[in-house]
């Protein structure tokens, strides 16, 4: 459980990059993310080892997979901190029709995501047993509500 507060502090550490004034400022930014996200991968890899306990069979297929899940769901993460930024650039001139554009956005993103998870649950379970399976997507959610928290809390509502 400390590893999964360990990784949410981290995860806050990335809302700074949001508000960049300059050019050279969100190249280091830039920098600072992708480094942050590594540590931040290599930290969730570790706690789904830690939490889904994996023969060597089942760990031969499931990495792969994962990998791949975790590429598909960094670029949601990715439309999703371009949306922060689009809600921090217009926050104090926000507009009906920007507020609407970011909502459907937002909701598009999650039934994305929705999605995703769906399409990977076949390939996760030609690999995993039920049991394991649940509980690397119950890992996976548990990590997502302490993002989604996280974000909540640093998130003004829309003026």
Do not use: C, H
Not at 49 to 68: H, K, R
Request: glycine content about 2%.
């Amino acid at each position: 459980m400390k590893l999964v507060y360990t990784l949410a502090i981290a995860l806050g550490l990335t809302a700074g990059p949001l508000f960049a004034q300059s050019s050279d400022q969100e190249v280091s930014d830039t920098t600072g993310m992708e480094l942050t996200r590594s540590v931040i991968q290599a930290k969730k890899k570790m706690i789904v080892a830690a939490n889904v306990e994996l023969t060597e069979a089942e760990s031969q297929g499931f990495w792969p997979i994962y990998n791949d899940y975790q590429n598909e769901i960094r670029k949601s993460n990715d439309r999703l901190l371009a949306l922060i930024e689009d809600f921090a650039a217009n926050y104090e001139t926000m507009t009906d029709a920007k507020a609407k554009s970011l909502l459907e956005e937002a909701i598009a993103i999650e039934t994305d995501e929705l999605a995703l998870k769906n399409s990977y649950l076949p390939k996760f379970a030609k690999v995993l047993p039920a049991k394991k399976l649940t509980q690397y997507y119950q890992v996976e959610n548990k990590l997502k509500a302490i993002i989604d928290y996280e974000l909540a809390s640093a998130i003004p509502l829309v003026k």
